[in-house]
Each structure stands twice: as C-alpha cells, then as structure tokens.
C-alpha cells in the first residue's frame, strides 16, 4: 500500500473540484488521484484523465459518456452506482465530494460505512441528509475513540470534513475545544452583490448582476446562492448537523470584505475567528492534509493591506430566503430536503430567465410549506423521492402562481 493518501474527486470539473485537484497535484508525495467523477463535461474531464491518468472515473450523462476519451490503463464506470463504487473502491482513503444537489449523498453514506474519510464541499449531503450521515461519522470517531480518545481521528469532523470555508473555518475555531463550553457560532457572508440593493432593483436583478459577485469566483448555482443568501441559511443548517448546535445559538453576520470566515462564541466572552484571503483552496488543502497543515498555493493575508473589517446584520425582509431556510432547519429534514431541491431548480429557472430573482424564494417557501411536514425522518429512499417529486413540481409551476 502506498504511503500516500489516496484520494477520489466526486464533481471533478467544477470549480471546487479543479481547485481540489491543484491542492492535491501540488503534493505529489502525499497524494495520489486515483478517481475522478463528473456530470456533463466531457471535455473537461478527459483533460484531466490525460494529465492524471487515475485507476477508475465516471460520468453521469450518457451523452457525454459516448464523447468522453478515456486513455488506457483508465476504467470507466457505469450505471447509477458509478460514484458509490468510486467512492467505496478498496484503493481510495479520501473522498472529495464537489458535487452540487442530491446526487452524491448515496455515494457519502456509502463511503462512511466503507470506514473512508470524506471532504465535502456538498451542501444538500448535510441540509437533506445530515441526520443520515452524521451518525455514520459519529460512530467512526467513537471507534476511534475506544481504541484512544486523543486519536487525531477520534472527532465526527475528521471523518466528515467540512470544505466550505465558514465551516472550515468554525472546525478550526473548535480545535481542541469542548463544545459545552460554545455560546454561539456566527457565519460570516459577504452580503452578495446586490448587499445595497433597493426592493425595487432586486425585482429587476438579471443573472448577469447576479453572477458578479464582490469577493468569490464560484460556480453559478452557488454564486445565485450567494446573492439570494440562501447560501448562508443552508449554512445555518449545516452548522445545526455539523456541530450538533441548536439553532437559536447560530447567527449570521454580514461581512463585506470576506476575510473573517467565520467566528465561535464561548462562554466565556472570547470569540474566536478565522481570517484569510477568499481562496477556497485554504480550506481545501486543510480539510484533505487534517490534521496536519503544509505549505501551500495561497496567498497570505497582509492585515495592513486590508485595515478595515465590518459588519452588518442580514436584512430579512430584502431577502428572506436565509429566514426561510433556517424555519426550514427548524421543522426538520423533510422541510430542508424540499428546499434545497427547489432551490436548485428555481435558481436554473432564473438563469435561463424564466423566473424572476425574488421569484427563487417565494417558490423555496411554497415548496417547504407544500411539502415540509412528514412524520419522524425521512430514510434514504424517502429523501430521493422526495427530492425528485419537489424538483419536479418547481420545474413545472407557473412563476406568476408563486413570484406575483
């Protein structure tokens, strides 16, 4: 076996995949590519077997399978299960998951119970699935625990690593730490790029101002995300899981200039944060070396350059999607499972212009108060139906029914 760590790349061609693959290419003595994964881009992606020339990869879409090039020597799989086997492949230590949506939760759950250690940049895995995964990591850092509770793996965050940087940057805050003794836990956001906007332009954003965001190059679903805040309520409920925080002890902070990432609160009075320029490839590279930290591509953060840090509370009546996200959090999976599908398609539905922008939260409402209120938690196979029954209702009504 390798002394190396050997890694699968769900999601391989998007943004936080490509900046996973330079962390990992840029330590070729500690990391070996053995798996890539992707959704539609071919091109993309056969450019990256040729470079890395990994053991296995996949891609969902038939067409782009049939363009894809696979060099020798690289299996592709195929079938619904193609990311679970990835995932799950006895020569794989770490999984990163880039994915966006649902798609990966199956291929997260699996590689839990396969005993791997999963890096995730994958929101809906924890928003609609976090009382499926989390128990899964708990008992990984239990068995770790039994055998030494100072095992570096003997915490469910170094079997599930948070790749988002408001997360990461709360998981290094918590370093060592006794969660007992945490008052509060504050996301940061950067407000977006219509933080100034009136009601009046909002009702008129295009996607063109949407996608202009002030300090993150990001892709485009989590760039809308961003600008609706919807982001940041899906954030909230991910810290609920994460860090096993109810949700009154988790706020929310405007941050324009996006160099605090994040801040714990103790009982105490002290508070703790995170600082470093937008670079995803930080928390990238902290979640893959855990828990060691090496030299890497970013740049370092010069505070005489950057002298002046604010804050501002989110204004919930211009956009209401972070409240309507934590009332999601609130109510329970089923409620968190219908937003983020509605999400994801309101926000395509809004980029090809078929919706307008305060249309994306007025059809994430109705869709959690249409379809919010199962008993108990969904298993698996509810989420995925459930998931799919939402999207399918997003995709299809009228937004002058829901947007006015």
Known sequence: MSGRTRVAVLGSTGSIGRQAIDVLLAAPDRFEIVALAAGTDHETLGAQLAAIRPAAAAISDAD?????????????????????RLATRSDVDLVVVATGGTVSLRSVLAALDAGKVVATANKETLVAGGHLVMPRARALADRAAATDQRHAMASPLAWLRPIDSEHCAIWQCLVGEDLATVARLIL??????FRRWTPAQLAQATPRDALSHPTWTMGAKITVDSATLMNKGLEVVEAHWLY???????????????????????VDGSLKAQLGLPDM??????AVTYPHRQSGPAPRLDLLEHAELTFEAPDDARFPALRIAREAGLRGPWATTALIAADEVAVRRFLDGTLAFNGISAVCAEAVRRYGSGDGEPGLEAVIALDAEVRAWSAAVAAAEIAG
Do not use: K
């Open 244 to 266: 096993d925080v109810d949700y009154p002890r988790i706020d929310t902070l405007i941050h324009p200039q996006s160099l605090i990432h994040s801040m714990v609160e103790f």
């Open 188 to 193: 940061t956001a950067s407000g977006g790029p």
């Open 281 to 286: 490839r930080i928390p990238i590279q902290y």
């Open 64 to 84: 782009a399978r049939v363009r894809l090039h696979v060099p020798s020597g690289v299996t592709l799989e195929r079938g619904d299960d193609a990311l679970e």
